[in-house]
């Protein structure tokens, strides 16, 4: 079935006012932290595929966006860089939707009606887009999450969550105008971004992903597998024991604590908590179960 760009299969499913869970790339996906979580929720949920763009040349540069080959005495695989959508059912609660967005590189705003499109077909309850951006934070602290909500409800889970807010004037994504359009369409559209140390690049942020996770498990009832806060601790210690030989890092670190504490005295004061010392003590210790279930 055809929905603007996207080629879904037919007929598409009935789902219970869907949660639309996106993640863009590479925009706002700094050390892969969206996609690492969509991809744990799809395996946590054994998400089925819906469906991805039926033609995703029209929207996106292979030269820039390489495709993936297999050879082994010829061509045996040939994997082509797309936009794909998956979905979960959830017993007596809202169905999950699985959103992988690639951000285009042609025909933007065609891109950009066709995921709408898909979500009012869906009958989106919510649009959640998660991200990561590098900010000026230490890897000693939780880690901060800023977000913005357009939407009554929409705006109720930013405050829940102790998201500061966004103030932002520059360059950015035409791929943005989903939200703006979601929100346009009815649907309660939320972003949240997690801040990531500028000093810390690899290909898996795990802590990264459990921020985030937590935020997901207060506002929405997404379930964290212990093993992820288990891969959080060990890359955090990680962290802490490579930069114990570079004293100049561990200069800096001391400037980022203040920079940090400050920032959260001045949310505290405008009446905006983050996870707190009891909540960062429940979900750094080692859990002998998940917190929620799939």
């Known amino acids: 079935m055809r929905i603007g760009g996207f080629e879904l299969i037919d007929p598409v499913p009935e789902l219970n006012e869907p949660y639309v869970l996106a993640t863009l790339r590479p925009w706002i996906d700094v050390n892969n932290v969206g996609s690492l979580i969509l991809k744990e929720l799809e395996r946590q949920f054994t998400a089925f595929e819906l469906g991805k763009l039926a033609r995703p040349g029209r929207f996106y540069d292979f030269t820039r966006y390489r495709p993936a080959i297999d050879i082994e005495g010829g061509i045996n695989e040939m994997t082509i860089p797309n936009t794909t959508v ?72 930013v405050r829940m969550a102790g998201a500061m807010p966004i103030t932002y004037h520059g360059p950015s994504t035409f791929a943005n105008l989903i939200t703006k359009r979601a929100a346009e369409s009815g649907i309660d559209a939320t972003v949240f971004i997690v801040s990531l140390p500028q000093y810390v690049v690899m290909e898996e942020d795990h802590v990264g992903k459990v921020r985030l996770l937590e935020v997901l498990n207060i506002l929405y009832n997404i379930p964290i597998d212990k093993d992820d806060f288990e891969k959080a601790m060990r890359q955090r210690d990680l962290i802490t024991e490579k930069l114990k030989d570079s004293p100049e890092i561990t200069d800096i670190l001391a400037q980022l604590e203040n920079t940090y504490d400050m920032r959260v005295q001045a949310m505290q004061k405008e009446g905006i908590f983050q996870l707190g010392s009891d909540m960062e003590e429940m979900f750094w210790k080692t859990m002998e179960k998940n917190i929620g279930k799939a």
């Open 86 to 157: 998956h979905y979960a059912r959830r017993r007596g609660q809202n169905d999950l939707v699985f959103l992988n967005l690639l951000e285009p590189q042609a025909n933007a705003d065609i891109y950009v009606d066709s995921v709408v499109k898909l979500l009012t077909t869906l009958k989106t309850s919510k649009y959640i887009l998660l991200g990561s951006m590098y900010d000026i934070v230490p890897h000693t602290r939780p880690l901060l999450v800023s977000g913005y909500g357009m939407g009554e409800r929409a705006l109720q889970d």
